[in-house]
């Protein structure tokens, strides 16, 4: 009868060294091969079987105590394990093992998987990105596929969760929505609560600070949902910038965000959501400030806006007033310009 594995290993322990070594060599041989084989598997398992619903944070931290090599084994695709769990439960009811990316970058930030600096795999390039995008730009963009309703809440709130746990390991810093553009990734309607969630930890990133990358706002229409994440990126701007009206008013290449919806979705359509992020009834100041940096959007604007042509500012200037000495001062600079 055979002995069970556990005796097998604890016997080898104890008489390994007095068989004859040629045979011992041979036993070591042999066990190397299996443990490469068991690693294998281990790693086999990360990738593919791994799941959400049926595992624990105990036995992935087993698996990788005891083949810490299946952290760094590669799926044919290239992937690492971090970023198969990144990428998995990509379709409605799919396997999903995302919720156990923290632990495989904690671990495997001690192991050194994907090299120094890498922070357990967290900053290493997926395999068919042709942009360079590394595992933390997946895991705030949109990689959905399906229509947005509750298999797309819950992928996006799943991953909120993994990377409120990697902040507070300190796995996932502010810099790194500044570097690696995750607002901009973020913005959409099926990122919702992560565009939320990295908006409330780096405001300024919504255009309040020099940038590398365009101004959110002004980066909503690259795809079919630009009327949707035109209104994110201004609701969120008045939320934190109500005073910089979010941004509406900002210029790249001398045209503003509030122009480029008038020419992408039409003025109607841009007005309308506008009228929802900045509520007439707020009293704010809009077309004061379309007057200063977007004069030639002050009557389509005012159609909207009827009332807001009364308003006063701290001032106490009326739109006709403020437009008097607006027009004053763009003289005077004309004047020493000229002169």
Same mark, same amino acid.
């Given at each position: 009868?055979?002995?069970?594995? $556990? %005796?097998?290993?604890?016997?080898?322990?104890?008489?390994?060294?007095?068989?004859?070594?040629?045979?011992?060599?041979?036993?070591?041989?042999?066990?190397?091969?299996?443990?490469?084989? /068991?690693?294998?598997?281990?790693?086999?398992?990360?990738?593919?079987? #791994?799941?959400?619903?049926?595992?624990?944070?105990?036995?992935?931290?087993?698996?990788? =105590?005891?083949?810490?090599?299946? #952290? !760094?084994?590669?799926?044919?695709?290239?992937?690492?394990?971090?970023?198969?769990?990144?990428? %998995?439960?990509?379709?409605?009811?799919?396997?999903? %093992?995302?919720?156990?990316?923290?632990? &495989?970058? !904690?671990?495997?930030?001690?192991?050194?998987?994907?090299?120094?600096?890498? *922070?357990?795999?967290?900053? !290493?390039?997926?395999?068919?990105?042709?942009?360079?995008?590394?595992?933390?730009?997946?895991?705030?963009?949109?990689?959905?596929?399906?229509?947005?309703?509750?298999?797309? =809440?819950?992928?996006?709130?799943? +991953?909120?969760?993994?990377?409120?746990?990697? *902040?507070? /390991?300190?796995?996932?810093?502010?810099? $790194?929505?500044?570097?690696?553009?995750?607002?901009?990734?973020?913005?959409?309607? =099926?990122?919702?609560?992560?565009?939320?969630?990295?908006?409330?930890?780096?405001?300024?990133?919504?255009?309040? +600070?020099?940038?590398?990358?365009?101004?959110?706002?002004?980066?909503?229409?690259?795809?079919?949902?630009?009327?949707?994440?035109?209104? &994110?990126?201004?609701?969120?701007? &008045?939320?934190?910038?109500?005073?910089?009206?979010?941004?509406?008013?900002?210029?790249?290449?001398?045209?503003?965000?509030?122009?480029?919806?008038?020419?992408?979705?039409?003025?109607?359509?841009? /007005?309308?959501?506008?009228?929802?992020?900045?509520?007439? %009834?707020?009293?704010?100041?809009?077309?004061?400030?379309?007057?200063?940096?977007?004069?030639? #959007?002050?009557? $389509?604007?005012?159609?909207?806006?009827?009332?807001?042509?009364?308003?006063? $500012?701290?001032?106490?200037?009326?739109?006709?007033?403020?437009?008097?000495?607006?027009? #004053?001062?763009?003289? *005077?600079?004309?004047?020493?310009?000229? !002169?």
């Amino acid at each position: 009868m055979s002995p069970s594995v $556990d %005796s097998f290993v604890t016997n080898i322990q104890q008489y390994g060294e007095k068989v004859p070594k040629k045979l011992n060599t041979k036993i070591e041989e042999i066990a190397r091969k299996a443990v490469e084989e /068991m690693s294998k598997e281990a790693g086999n398992f990360l990738h593919e079987e #791994l799941d959400d619903d049926k595992h624990t944070e105990e036995q992935v931290k087993a698996i990788i =105590e005891l083949f810490p090599e299946s #952290l !760094s084994q590669r799926k044919k695709n290239n992937f690492l394990p971090i970023q198969s769990a990144t990428m %998995s439960g990509c379709r409605s009811g799919a396997r999903s %093992s995302v919720s156990f990316v923290p632990l &495989m970058a !904690s671990e495997g930030y001690r192991l050194g998987v994907g090299g120094e600096g890498n *922070r357990g795999g967290l900053l !290493s390039v997926m395999a068919f990105s042709e942009n360079g995008h590394n595992t933390i730009k997946y895991l705030a963009g949109s990689y959905f596929d399906g229509e947005k309703g509750p298999g797309s =809440e819950e992928y996006d709130r799943k +991953r909120v969760r993994v990377l409120e746990k990697l *902040r507070g /390991m300190n796995l996932l810093k502010k810099v $790194d929505i500044e570097e690696y553009a995750l607002v901009n990734i973020s913005l959409g309607p =099926e990122c919702q609560h992560r565009f939320e969630f990295f908006t409330s930890w780096d405001p300024d990133a919504l255009g309040a +600070r020099d940038s590398q990358w365009r101004v959110p706002i002004h980066d909503v229409f690259k795809y079919n949902s630009g009327k949707e994440n035109f209104e &994110m990126a201004l609701q969120a701007g &008045m939320a934190y910038f109500p005073e910089r009206f979010g941004f509406l008013f900002h210029k790249v290449g001398g045209t503003t965000a509030c122009k480029k919806a008038f020419d992408k979705i039409g003025v109607d359509t841009a /007005m309308n959501i506008i009228r929802r992020c900045i509520p007439p %009834s707020d009293n704010h100041l809009i077309l004061h400030h379309a007057l200063e940096f977007a004069p030639n #959007l002050v009557d $389509d604007i005012g159609q909207y806006y009827p009332d807001a042509a009364f308003l006063r $500012d701290t001032s106490g200037h009326t739109l006709t007033q403020f437009k008097f000495y607006i027009n #004053l001062r763009r003289g *005077r600079r004309k004047f020493k310009k000229n !002169s």
